[in-house]
């Protein structure tokens, strides 16, 4: 692939947002490598301590990263009569999670991301009727 730098012409760009390790990037570029990781905790009850979570404890975050069996062999040839690449006008939600959003030439880009759920729900019972199991006392 040829991977010489070239001008990029943009006509409009529009992202609302750029998060967990998203990447813009308006031009050419090398490697991409993004990462990120998450603890994502929901409760029925927020009852939060400092210091309570830990990537640590969970071995997703620090088992390797899995690596494909076998590469599938592609051949790719590309060929533009314009010196500049034109792009005209993009419009994006979002860009999260270790993804990358790119005009222009690119070399090869690597994203992982990994994210442990936890649901801490109580086991709520029947409410009699007129309650809401919302102002019911759980802290017993």
Known sequence: MNRDPRSTTLLSLFVNTVSSSGVVHLGDGQDTNMASRALAVQRAIANF????????????FYLPQPVP???VPVRFRSESPW?????????ALGVSSS???????????????RIKHIRHFN????SPAGT?????????
């Open 49 to 60: 301590q400092d210091d309570e979570f830990f990537f640590e404890s969970y071995p997703i």
């Open 69 to 71: 069996e076998a590469e």
């Open 83 to 91: 010196p500049t690449l034109q792009v005209g006008c993009v419009y």
């Open 99 to 113: 993804s990358t959003f790119r005009v222009g030439c690119s070399g090869p880009v690597q994203g992982v991301t």
């Open 123 to 126: 086991n709520l019972v029947a």
């Open 132 to 140: 809401s199991a919302e102002n019911r006392d759980y802290s017993s």
